[in-house]
């Protein structure tokens, strides 16, 4: 072997860089490999260029806003969590604030900001950068860790941590080299799906434009499954798009759709656009609004709904063109069921390559939820997204990448002296 360090890292995400901060924190010498040529490239991307380093949410929030296995978190949350995120920055002198849903971001509104503290405290504690220098494997004998090896050769270690990312937005270098690191040496790796995705609809208003580029404000977007039980549902803004819809609440839905596709040819979302509201009280409201007036409804009923949406849901019901007077009891109330129960057809997502986040990953029972070591080869660990754990956008993938870090780093170094 060239080259002997206590503790390598492979991969310069927001995983890699703090497991390689705290392990060298903890004493160990260290050594990061980053396919790139520069550090963070997809943190550099989320919060629209802004970086959503953490969220600010009590650790239970966190953990119920981690629908794929976030409950596997307690004991890494136990050890190092978002409010440990928010002061390690300001330690460091990074300003942080917090936007709508406890997102935080630096007020610099700069990834760069993030990306630069990091890799300053990486520089500080002489931790061996590598860049354009990718892991080609790793190497195991014995069933115990001994290194890597890249296309310069090979490095020794007494421990190793895979911190490769998921396999969305390959161009970032998040290409899935973890998943066959872990197989290389018998672990398992979940089935792969995209999460944090748009969802296409098989609608016929989708295929007519109808409602493209409309935006609806904190409407309730509900996933049921075939049985008609409701799966997960989501209070948040949503976009109508020229193939589905995309925004917050679609893509809180998207994991779960694609988990049902596994088993059905499509899906029923359900769309409530007043939550706030029971289907009694919008028909007294329709009712102020328009009993007795001369008007049209679709006159009548201006500002009630987004113009576009509320001509939709009447010409579904047929009764754009008429009076309140002129319009049924029950013609009302098919109306009303449009705009508190309205049903839509997903049948697809965006694919891997485009959505935020990875679904599945390294199978969590065979990794040590207390030092995210691997239980079948001593002195490998993983952390970030390359674990099958995933979160919702909004700070709870980086808060899992810094934490899972952040206890791979210090495991890694005890283990590198043990
Ligand atoms: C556009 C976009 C927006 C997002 N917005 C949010 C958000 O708002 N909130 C949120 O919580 N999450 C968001 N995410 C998800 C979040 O960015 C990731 O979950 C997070 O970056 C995962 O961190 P990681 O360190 O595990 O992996 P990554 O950030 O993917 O880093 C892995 C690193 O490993 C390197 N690497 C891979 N293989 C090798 C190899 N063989 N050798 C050397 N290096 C290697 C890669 O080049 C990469 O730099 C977003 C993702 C995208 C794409």
Same mark, same amino acid.
């Given at each position: 072997?060239?080259?002997?360090?206590?503790?390598?890292?492979? @991969?310069?995400?927001?995983?890699?860089?703090?497991?390689? !901060?705290?392990?060298?924190?903890? @004493?160990?010498?260290?050594?990061l490999f980053e396919k790139n040529k520069r550090l963070g490239k997809k943190l550099l991307m989320t919060g629209g260029g802004r970086c959503n380093v953490t969220n600010n949410r009590p650790v239970e929030d966190l953990i119920t806003h981690i629908p794929g296995n976030g409950r596997f978190l307690y004991s890494t949350f136990s050890q190092f969590d978002n409010q440990d995120v928010m002061n390690f *920055?300001?330690? %460091?002198?990074?300003?942080?604030?917090? $936007?709508?849903? @406890? %997102?935080? *971001?630096?007020?610099?509104?700069?990834?760069?900001?993030?990306?630069?503290?990091? #890799?300053?405290?990486? $520089?500080?504690?002489?931790?061996?950068?590598? *860049? #354009? $220098?990718p892991i080609e494997k790793i190497i195991a004998d014995d069933s115990v860790i001994r290194g890597v090896r890249t296309a310069e050769g090979d490095y020794s270690a007494k421990s190793v941590v895979v911190t490769t990312g998921g396999i969305t937005y390959p161009s970032t270098g998040s290409q899935g080299d973890g998943y066959r690191f872990a197989k290389s040496v018998g672990h398992h790796v979940t089935p792969l799906y995209p999460t944090e995705s748009p969802i296409f609809l098989t609608d016929s208003f989708i295929t007519n434009k109808t409602l493209q580029g409309l935006s609806l404000q904190d409407v309730k977007l509900s996933v049921v499954d075939d049985r008609n039980k409701t799966v997960t549902s989501h209070e948040m803004d949503l976009l109508f798009t020229h193939f589905g819809i995309s925004g917050p609440a679609a893509l809180r839905c998207s994991s779960f759709v694609?988990?049902?596709? %596994?088993?059905?040819?499509?899906?029923?979302?359900?769309?409530?656009? *007043?939550? $706030?509201?029971?289907? !009694?009280?919008?028909?007294?409201?329709?009712?102020?609004?328009?009993?007795g007036s001369t008007k049209q409804l679709k006159n009548a009923l201006t500002s009630f709904l987004p113009e576009r949406l509320l001509l939709f849901f009447l010409e579904q019901v047929d009764i754009s063109e008429q009076t309140y007077n002129q319009t049924s009891k029950e013609q009302l109330e098919a109306f009303v069921s449009y705009c508190k129960n309205w049903s839509l057809t997903a049948n697809k997502t965006f694919g891997?390559? #485009?959505?935020f986040v990875t679904g599945g990953g390294v199978e969590l029972k065979e990794i040590n939820p207390k030092e995210l070591s691997s239980k079948k080869i001593p002195g490998l660990y993983f952390a970030g997204e390359v674990l099958d754990v995933n979160g919702y956008t909004g700070g709870y993938n980086i808060t899992t990448a810094f934490c899972t870090g952040y206890v791979a780093g210090t495991h890694a170094a005890y283990n590198a002296f043990a």
């Open positions: 072997m060239s080259k002997t360090f206590d503790v390598i890292v492979i @991969g310069g995400g927001p995983a890699g860089m703090m497991t390689a !901060i705290t392990a060298a924190m903890n @004493g160990a010498q260290v050594a *920055f300001s330690e %460091r002198g990074v300003a942080l604030k917090e $936007e709508d849903h @406890g %997102r935080i *971001f630096p007020v610099s509104d700069k990834s760069a900001t993030i990306v630069n503290t990091l #890799k300053d405290e990486l $520089e500080n504690l002489q931790v061996e950068l590598h *860049f #354009k $220098e694609n988990q049902l596709l %596994r088993e059905q040819e499509n899906v029923t979302l359900k769309l409530d656009c *007043f939550p $706030e509201k029971s289907a !009694i009280q919008l028909l007294e409201e329709i009712s102020e609004r328009s009993s891997l390559e #485009k959505s």
